[in-house]
């Protein structure tokens, strides 16, 4: 069952500034693609734009987002009439979200448990404490049940991110698009969150992973697109970055 | 912004009749004069005269004598008491921020109207009295702004940078600190204080036995012998009414436009 | 989790009772030291001003009257109603004041939280309009409803009612206008619709929602949770203002409740019946204050690990 999402084209404005110009990009299910770039290269926007979520005018100004689906009609997004019925279709069952803030994007008055109950029967799937248990299960928790309890202040910052990892595959997404899911966690446990990105990637979903950190993804990842200043300048498996000549790919690899 | 040039004008307006009413020289007992009861407006009384044929116009503008100075009084008490009470606990912290944060906060467990009731039957229901109840009752308000403000400010390092420069700690706290940070929200709670005293001496000579008795004016009172006398003019019986709801309106235009004003920065 | 929840509470009922006891002792302070004696009011001969202050606890040390006017034992009314036992006078007026003030926050609560929902503010003019206190806005509505009245069976539409001017209306009338006024005049409908219009935008762009949008899920409950805590604390802040409103009120409407008892207690310098009122008034808001706390201990679960 493959599943692709393309990005064609994808043009940002921030009233007269440019941000992301002519930005293709594909996944499939099965892939685990990096949008990688320096802060500021425009890979969070990028993210953004494939749900809907660009907070300033005019946005989008151009751009089609298409989700190719095997035994369903294919969703596409494009700047228009149809793009808010599009969306909802595409958000949430198509590409789910993973945002950068994890704590602070999961519901404060509400514990584990309930939001991934909330998840899982908004997916119309079997909402009971087991399933929910489960749910925690996939993305690495030795001990669900506990984490079940909590809520989400007391929640380090690993852990809240397996939180929204299993927030999302509770959706029942094909895609996950992780929004620099590594910032700020220790290089083991970033490791083993790789990991399970890698196993969720071996099950089937397809994964976009936006990153700056170039080196953590490496072993993980099938293929890289690298932005700078809002533009793709390259692209391709691992092995295309080693002796790339353009200055931005220099610098990820830590070259001045 | 026109919101506000309307609101600093009513007052403006409200203060200039404060002093056309000291220096007017307008009789209450002298101007009672019951054959020109119930006149509607003309070109000797403009808004008429009430039952007792007095003029509305002077009648409203020796009112004001009743609410311009104690209220000026009462946004004073609250502005300084308060100020001071917030500078202190925020620039101090630790255990004289608890306590007197605790002290300044005491007022607040009462209603405002209740304890300004409380302290005019306790002493004398006096304007001072009640100007002094009413600023008490803003200084836990004042205090807890001014204290959130400024233990904020202080830990900032422009403040920090000017004391290393030799600047003395009361420099600091006024330049840096209260006019900056805080010269927004004192002006907001003085209008805050004057416009509760405005609403408790008008309710008080409305409701009578307590406020400013006859044969003075005021507002209230004004208002209250207008309630059911219908030989009066509708402009006559009116007037207190739309003066005063002038008069709260632009403070309340007032204290949002500095709210605003705060909130968008310098 | 359930002890942090209470021992949580007990620290805010400590706060507030202690807050409560304070305010009391600086009541019977300043009564205490007010210029003049008390009983010169009622009387000057010295053997039945001797058995007054007796019979009236006025030389009892400072703790015990504290420890009274905290407990109840009010003593009897000097003035307002000579001789009748200042608990029973409160506990009646309280079932005049009770409907209104609970009616008032129903009025603020729910017209209020809608009124702020809405996306857009088109009600401009409402700061201005809502700074009308309560006694003028019961004159104006006396006044209109007079005035409408009057010109309605001058014109001969209708015969004279019964209820012609507002204090002899029949009570189901005069408790909904009354409850209208108060809800008005003491600001608390448009402090409750300002404050819920600007909490529930905060809301709206934080990241938790923000993240539910992403992913195509419904945001409208999760909104309305977030938003009882905020509820909960604008409520305290403004019950207050609410019993304030409540001494004009009652007065305008000629409502033997609390708040005309207090006024009429105050005109007549009846000190049981002043102490006790204002007992009650700071145990009103304070409770009310602590009864918002337990609401949001019991909502927001990052307040009870909080220092």
């Known amino acids: 069952m493959t599943h692709r999402l393309t990005l064609h084209n994808l043009h940002i404005q921030a009233g007269t500034r440019t941000l992301v110009q002519g930005v293709d990009l594909t996944v499939a299910s099965g892939e685990l693609v990096a949008l990688i770039g320096a802060s500021g290269a425009g890979k969070s926007l990028t993210g953004r734009a494939l749900v809907g979520m660009v907070p300033f005018e005019p946005g989008v100004v151009d751009g089609t987002v298409t989700w190719t689906r095997p035994d369903a009609p294919d969703i596409t997004v494009s700047p228009g009439p149809h793009r808010t019925r599009a ?3 595409l958000r949430g069952k198509g590409v789910a979200w993973i945002p950068q803030d994890a704590r602070a994007a999961l519901v404060p008055v509400d514990t584990v448990h309930r939001q991934v109950r909330a998840a899982l029967r908004h997916a119309g799937r079997p909402h009971t404490p087991a399933h929910c248990a489960a749910e925690l299960s996939a993305v690495g928790f030795a001990d669900p049940t506990t984490v079940l309890r909590q809520y989400p202040h007391t929640l380090s910052g690993g852990m809240a991110r397996r939180v929204q990892v299993a927030l999302a595959l509770a959706l029942g997404a094909a895609f996950l698009m992780a929004d620099e899911p590594t910032t700020g966690l220790d290089r083991p446990v970033q490791a083993r969150l790789l990991q399970t990105l890698a196993a969720i990637r071996d099950r089937g979903t397809g994964i976009l992973l936006i990153t700056h950190d170039l080196h953590l993804v490496r072993r993980h990842t099938d293929r890289l697109i690298v932005l700078d200043q809002g533009k793709v300048v390259a692209s391709g498996p691992p092995s295309v970055l080693d002796h790339h000549p353009h200055p931005a790919v220099a610098r990820l690899r830590g070259e001045p | 912004m026109t919101g506000a040039r309307w609101s600093v004008a009513v007052l403006v307006a409200v203060l200039l009749a404060r002093v056309w009413s000291a220096i007017g020289g307008y009789d209450v007992v002298a101007d009672v004069d019951p054959s020109r009861m119930g006149l509607p407006p003309g070109t000797a009384h403009w808004l008429g005269t009430d039952a007792l044929g007095r003029d509305t116009l002077s009648r409203l503008i020796r009112a ?9 009084g009462a946004a004073s008490l609250a502005v300084l008491l308060g100020g001071l009470a917030g500078t202190l606990a925020g620039w101090l912290g630790g255990l004289p921020e608890r306590a007197i944060a605790a002290t300044a906060g005491l007022p607040a467990t009462a209603p405002r109207f209740v304890l300004v009731l409380l302290l005019a039957t306790i002493f004398e229901p006096s304007a001072a009295v009640l100007a002094i109840g009413c600023g008490l009752a803003f200084v836990p308000q004042a205090s807890a702004e001014v204290r959130a403000r400024v233990a904020a400010l202080r830990r900032r390092s422009f403040v920090q940078a000017s004391l290393l420069h030799g600047l003395s700690v009361p420099q600091v ?10 010269r927004h929200i004192l ?15 008008t309710s008080l000579a409305y409701l009578g036995d307590l406020g400013v008795q006859e044969p003075l004016p005021s507002w209230g009172n004004m208002v209250a012998s207008g309630l059911v006398d219908s030989r009066l003019h509708l402009v006559a019986r009116l007037a207190p009414a739309v003066s005063l709801w002038l008069v709260l309106a632009a403070i ?14 310098p | 989790m359930t002890s942090r929840l209470v021992s949580a509470f007990i620290a805010h009922l400590l706060t507030r009772g202690a807050a409560l006891v304070a305010a009391v002792v600086v009541l019977l302070v300043l009564l205490r030291a007010a210029p003049g004696d008390a009983v010169d009011l009622i009387t000057t001969d010295p053997t039945l001003r001797a058995r007054l202050a007796a019979s009236w606890h006025l030389d009892a040390p400072l703790p015990i009257a504290v420890g009274q006017a905290l407990s109840g034992s009010w003593g009897t009314s000097w003035t307002v109603r000579p001789g009748r036992p200042v608990a029973d006078l409160l506990t009646e007026a309280a079932r005049t004041s009770i409907p209104l003030l609970l009616g008032a926050f129903l009025v603020t609560l729910v017209p209020g939280s809608l009124l702020g929902s809405r996306r857009r503010r088109t009600i401009r003019p409402w700061p201005r309009a809502s700074v009308v206190p309560v006694f003028l806005l019961g004159w104006g509505l006396i006044i209109g409803l007079n005035e409408l009245t009057f010109a309605a069976i001058q014109a001969g539409h209708i015969a004279r009612p019964a209820w012609f001017s507002l204090p002899d209306t029949p009570s189901a009338v005069r408790y909904t206008l009354a409850v209208a006024v108060l809800a008005v005049g003491s600001g608390n409908l448009h402090a409750f619709s300002d404050g819920v219009a600007t909490r529930l935008a905060e809301h709206r762009q934080s990241a938790a929602i923000q993240a539910l949008t992403a992913r195509g899920m419904p945001t409208r409950f999760v909104l309305w949770r977030l938003l009882i805590p905020d509820l909960a604390l604008l409520t305290a802040e403004r019950a207050a203002f609410l019993f304030g409103g409540l001494v004009v009120l009652e007065r305008v409407f000629a409502m033997p409740g609390l708040g ?26 304070v409770g009310a204050r602590l009864l918002a706390d337990s609401v949001r201990l019991a909502t927001d679960p990052r307040l009870r690990d909080a220092p």
């Open chain 2, 173 to 182: 706290l006024g330049r840096h600190i209260l006019w900056t940070g805080c």
């Open chain 2, 64 to 72: 004001t004598d009743a609410f311009v100075l104690p209220g000026i």
């Open chain 2, 252 to 265: 309340a235009q007032l204290d949002a436009h500095l709210a605003r004003s705060e909130a968008e920065g």
């Open chain 1, 87 to 89: 969306l909802a279709q």
């Open chain 2, 187 to 201: 002006a907001r709670l003085a209008l805050q204080a004057a416009g509760f005293f405005v609403v408790v001496e």
């Open chain 3, 260 to 285: 005309g008892l207090f006024f009429e207690a105050c005109v007549q310098r009846d000190q049981p019946v002043v102490l006790a009122s204002g007992v009650v008034a700071a145990a009103g808001v």
